[in-house]
């Protein structure tokens, strides 16, 4: 069972916003964050969702500090 957070009214602000920035999700452990970004991320036809705090995500930016070049490289 799902239910609504306040915090999907920010999430969904921040998609329609033509001035957005990256996506970051703080908080404490086993509060529901990744729940809650997977379920953002079906409202995109396309999505890439990265747990930085994992090293199997992270590598991605270990050699590269751009995204078009981290886009060919890895994908």
Known sequence: MAFK???ENHLNRWKI???????????????GK?????????TYAHAIV??????ADRRYFDDFD??????EVYF
Do not use: H
């Open 17 to 31: 916003s033509a001035a957005r920035k990256p996506l970051i999700i703080r908080g404490a452990r086993q509060v």
């Open 34 to 42: 990744t729940t809650l970004i997977r379920d953002f991320a079906e």
């Open 50 to 55: 990265l747990n930085l705090e994992k090293p």
């Open 5 to 7: 957070r306040s915090i």
């Open 66 to 71: 751009d995204v078009q070049t981290i886009f």
